[in-house]
């Protein structure tokens, strides 16, 4: 079956501009996540969706930064005013248990590679 | 907190010799413990993990890890490299029970396999 989707799979912007990063999970899968990974470095939490609501949004690393995720499916994270050191790869991820636990494996995409220039 | 270091940035092997990537972790909780692979534009893929129960773990495609508390290590490894076996290895580690989620990534260890 599908795995999970990420569009664009790369973004050039510009500093300031406003950007959007599309994630489509697994289908049914309830939990949903997003990632920063900076070059030479692993993954970084970002926020974590159970169905519609943001359950933990502890890892967005300020106010420009935000995500949604209306109909417990399709997920957006937006970046406004974005600055060079916004660059990296935004991974998402999606896993189908309800409860967000380590046995609840998690799904991740191909990644959006984001340059601001 | 939790966290994780990998002890190699970059390990090289010969194709048909035993793998070995170290990984070292530090949680204040019961911890689980993952091993992902990266392909080049591919998305991670989850080769294996620990949850406490057994602590030799098997996981895809030949590898398998052991838990040992007493070193706080969780090191990969495979009898035999294949060419398909290069990619870059991230050793990760979250907390057991609530938060869980959340998963804390090493900052990587690309294998190199020679033919």
């Known amino acids: 079956g599908a795995g999970v989707s990420q569009t664009p799979s790369n973004k050039v912007t510009e500093k300031g501009k406003y950007v959007e990063l599309r994630c489509d999970p697994i289908?049914?899968?309830?939990?949903l996540y997003w990632y920063r990974q900076s070059l030479g470095q692993g993954p970084e939490f970002l926020i974590y969706?159970?169905?519609?609501?943001?359950?933990?949004d502890s890892g967005l690393p300020n106010d420009r930064f935000f995500a949604v995720r209306p109909e417990g499916s399709v997920s957006t994270l937006k970046i406004q005013r974005t600055e060079r050191g916004d660059s990296a790869v935004y991974l998402c991820?999606?896993?189908?248990?309800?409860?967000?636990?380590?046995?609840?494996?998690?799904?991740f995409g191909p990644g959006t590679r984001l340059t601001v220039l | 907190a939790q966290s994780v270091t990998q002890l190699d940035s970059h390990v090289s092997v010969s194709e048909g010799t035993p793998v070995l990537l170290r990984c070292n972790y530090s949680?204040?909780?019961?911890?689980?413990l993952f091993w992902y692979v990266q392909h080049p534009n591919k998305g991670l893929q989850l080769l294996l993990k620990?949850?406490?129960?057994?602590?030799l773990v098997k996981g895809i495609n030949g590898f398998e890890a052991e838990f040992k508390k007493s070193e706080t290590s969780f090191h990969l490894t495979k009898p035999s490299a294949h060419m398909s076996d290069a990619a870059e290895y991230f050793c990760?580690?979250?907390?057991?029970?609530?938060?869980?989620?959340?998963?804390?990534f090493g900052k990587g260890t690309k294998l190199s396999v020679i033919p």
């Open positions: 969706f159970q169905g519609t609501g943001a359950a933990d």
């Open positions: 991820a999606s896993s189908s248990g309800g409860g967000g636990t380590s046995t609840d494996t998690q799904y």
């Open positions: 990760v580690v979250s907390r057991s029970g609530a938060g869980s989620y959340q998963l804390t």
């Open positions: 949680s204040s909780y019961s911890p689980s």
């Open positions: 289908s049914g899968h309830t939990a």
């Open positions: 620990y949850t406490s129960a057994a602590t």
